[in-house]
């Protein structure tokens, strides 16, 4: 019912930038949360960062003050503008949402994108 693509991915050196973006489509009502969680190999799943529908944010703190995560509601979009970036922010990159859909307008769906390779290089 929902779908999350991600774009923006690929490789860097270290202290450059690259900017993520997550486009939902589908049967949407509402989108009350995007983020984005990153795995690197041999590790878990972990939050980057999240915003709500009312723009309030958090980061982790590995990425607080070189990462900045935005959303345009009327796009169902949510962007990751990731600066000064480091070898350890190499990993997959997920798009993740809380999602209103028509046929469960009393629920809120999570839902994951595909995810986008992250490579910075030393």
Excluded: H
């Amino acid at each position: 019912q929902v779908q999350l693509v991600e774009f923006g991915g690929g490789l860097v050196q270290a202290g450059g930038s690259l900017r993520l973006s997550c486009a939902a489509s589908g049967n949407i009502v509402n989108i009350n949360f995007m983020g984005w969680y990153r795995q690197a190999p041999g590790t878990q799943r972990d939050l980057v960062a999240r915003i709500t529908s009312t723009g309030s944010t958090n980061y982790a703190d590995s990425v607080k003050g070189r990462f900045t995560i935005s959303r345009d509601n009327a796009k169902n979009t949510v962007y990751l503008e990731m600066n000064s970036l480091k070898p350890e922010d190499t990993a997959v990159y997920y798009c993740n949402a809380g999602v209103v859909v028509i046929s469960a307008p009393y629920r809120t769906l999570e839902v994951w994108g595909q995810g986008t390779l992250v490579t910075v290089s030393s």
